[in-house]
């Protein structure tokens, strides 16, 4: 007796029902065995149609890469927790590349590679994905750097200028300010339709949290994407962030919009690399780093640029951050990115232990565009002022080895102090363009000079506050990018000095 007789003839009947309505499908899958699996890695058997950059699945929800196609067996990254993971468990290839959402949903919220969201306000509502590898613009696609990207900062902004679609490196030691370089810039687009994306890369909770917050309070988050691979994260999701970051800025760079990447940091990156390299077993190269790390990171920072008009004419602007130790800017992977990078902002840990802060060393930092992303008023102003600081820098060395100094020197000193001084800046305190030409112009024309260096920054502030009101048709045609010419430069001295000496008579009668 078969179990279907068994039944009474009312099931019997339904069940009989059921099985006339299946359509057999025949189809195809690739199906693997996991051989071992731990620290984030793990060997599969079979899956032999798979590609390279594949996502597979594996049980209890775990997505994995397939990075290493070996004969007999792959290597693949996990993008999960591989605790409940084991040997002779089940591995399906999905048939497609590793993906991110892309879209305007994204702005204002805080994810992670996989499109899952750390925010807690929901899921995001995304219904494009593009891979996160992909190919960077042909040459013939791309358009010279030309437009400005103003930070904010005068010691960038005038020394170390940046424009759209460049790729700048901020490089220094652990604790000086990279970060808030980067932010900064994010933070003075709030004004403006740059669009910014800001990926952590192996970052501690708190410090991403800060971060959120001052985007927060700044106005900008809802214009920015925050990308997070936190430090617990699984070393292959950490991977994959600056890549999905990148892919999330391509999409708003070819709906011809203007983007910002900060990339925080690639250090953490390449380790995150080392780690699945090793445990993958590729031979290792120089400090156990594997031989294509240099690749790596320049396929990525390839994919920045300014498109041509043709091609959508919008732009990114990368940000990558890279830690040096002690000082050693021609370590490793310094150099690797110094040498794909368009310049470098380079942080000396001796200028923030002074309290000069951003801590910006000009004579190592250099921005390979030039002067011709800058504004034409900043031309005018920072050639003399770069000069003078470089000679003041040599000078105040030597100074400290001589007992009697010409006055010409003496003068050289006094006037660098001041423009040193100047160029400090509170954390995320950015100013406009017609603000940071009238300090500049200022120490240029030596009208800080007979001030204490302790008072530079009071009497700049003042200059700020009375001059910039008088000179509001100025302050417009700096900000629009036009010439000044031969008189309203005397125009301009006039006021700033009219102004200084108001200040001097005031504290006379304090």
């Given at each position: 007796m078969t179990a279907l007789s068994s039944l009474p003839s009312?099931?019997?009947?339904?069940?009989?029902?059921?099985?006339?309505?299946?359509?057999?499908?025949?189809?195809?899958?690739?199906?693997?065995?996991?051989?071992?699996?731990?620290?984030?890695?793990?060997?599969?058997?079979?899956?032999?149609?798979?590609?390279?950059?594949?996502?597979?699945?594996?049980?209890?929800?775990?997505?994995?890469?397939?990075?290493?196609?070996?004969?007999?067996?792959?290597?693949?990254?996990?993008?999960?927790?591989?605790?409940?993971?084991?040997?002779?468990?089940?591995?399906?290839?999905?048939?497609?590349?590793?993906?991110?959402?892309?879209?305007?949903?994204?702005?204002?919220?805080?994810?992670?590679?996989?499109?899952?969201?750390?925010?807690?306000r929901g899921a995001i509502s995304a219904d494009t994905r593009w891979p996160v590898e992909r190919e960077a613009p042909p040459i013939m696609a791309r358009a010279?750097?030309?437009?400005?990207?103003?930070?904010?900062?005068?010691a960038v902004d005038a020394l170390v200028p940046i424009g759209r679609g460049q790729r700048e490196l901020i490089v220094g030691d652990r604790q000086t300010g990279k970060t808030a370089i980067a932010i900064a810039s994010l933070v003075n687009q709030a004004d403006t339709d740059v669009i910014g994306i800001y990926c952590a890369i192996g970052q501690r909770g708190t410090a991403?949290?800060?971060?959120?917050?001052?985007?927060?309070?700044?106005?900008?988050?809802?214009?920015?994407?925050?990308?997070?691979?936190a430090g617990e994260d699984p070393p292959g999701l950490q991977y994959i962030t600056p890549y999905a970051a990148m892919t999330v800025a391509e999409y708003f760079r070819e709906q011809g919009r203007d983007v910002v990447l900060v990339l925080d940091d690639l250090t953490r990156h390449a380790r995150a690399y080392r780690e699945l390299s090793l445990l993958l077993r590729r031979p290792p190269g120089r400090e156990?780093?594997?031989?294509?790390?240099?690749?790596?990171?320049?396929?990525?920072?390839?994919?920045?640029?300014?498109?041509r008009d043709s091609h959508g004419g919008?732009?990114?602007?990368?940000?990558?951050?890279?830690?040096?130790?002690?000082?050693?800017?021609?370590?490793?992977?310094?150099?690797?990115?110094?040498?794909?990078?368009?310049?470098?902002?380079?942080?000396?840990?001796?200028?923030?232990?002074?309290?000069?802060?951003?801590?910006?060393?000009?004579?190592?930092?250099v921005s390979r565009v030039g002067g011709k992303t800058q504004l034409p008023a900043y031309r005018a102003v920072a050639g003399d002022l770069r000069l003078a600081y470089s000679q003041f820098e040599e000078l105040e060395t030597f100074s400290r080895f001589a007992t009697r100094l010409d006055e010409e020197t003496r003068q050289q000193?006094?006037?660098?102090?001041?423009?040193?001084?100047?160029?400090?800046?509170?954390?995320?305190?950015?100013?406009?363009v017609p603000e940071q030409i009238i300090a500049?112009?200022?120490?240029?024309?030596?009208?800080?000079?007979?001030?204490?260096?302790?008072?530079?920054?009071?009497?700049?502030?003042?200059?700020?506050?009375?001059?910039?009101?008088?000179?509001?048709?100025?302050?417009?045609?700096?900000?629009?990018?036009?010439?000044?010419?031969?008189?309203?430069?005397?125009?301009?001295e006039t006021v700033l000095r009219e102004c200084a000496e108001q200040w001097r008579n005031g504290r006379g009668a304090d």
């Open positions: 009312s099931l019997q009947q339904l069940v009989h029902d059921a099985l006339e309505r299946i359509e057999p499908r025949p189809g195809h899958e690739d199906i693997g065995i996991i051989t071992a699996v731990g620290n984030g890695v793990a060997r599969v058997r079979g899956l032999h149609h798979i590609a390279a950059e594949s996502l597979v699945a594996l049980p209890g929800g775990v997505l994995g890469i397939a990075l290493d196609l070996d004969e007999d067996e792959l290597g693949v990254i996990l993008l999960g927790d591989d605790a409940h993971l084991s040997a002779g468990q089940e591995v399906r290839a999905l048939d497609r590349l590793v993906d991110t959402p892309v879209g305007d949903a994204l702005l204002g919220r805080v994810l992670d590679a996989s499109g899952t969201a750390r925010d807690g010279p750097v030309e437009t400005p990207l103003q930070t904010g900062l005068k991403v949290a800060r971060v959120i917050d001052d985007l927060r309070d700044a106005g900008v988050m809802d214009q920015t994407v925050v990308m997070v691979a156990a780093y594997p031989g294509d790390i240099f690749y790596v990171h320049s396929r990525l920072l390839e994919r920045a640029t300014h498109l919008g732009s990114m602007t990368a940000l990558p951050i890279v830690e040096t130790q002690a000082e050693d800017i021609s370590a490793y992977i310094p150099t690797n990115l110094i040498s794909i990078t368009d310049g470098q902002i380079y942080l000396s840990p001796r200028l923030f232990r002074k309290g000069l802060m951003p801590a910006v060393d000009v004579g190592r930092s000193i006094t006037r660098g102090r001041r423009v040193r001084e100047i160029l400090k800046q509170g954390r995320l305190r950015t100013l406009s500049l112009q200022a120490a240029n024309l030596g009208i800080f000079d007979p001030v204490d260096v302790e008072a530079v920054q009071d009497l700049a502030e003042c200059l700020r506050q009375h001059a910039l009101p008088r000179l509001d048709d100025l302050a417009e045609r700096m900000a629009a990018g036009e010439s000044l010419e031969t008189d309203d430069w005397d125009r301009l």
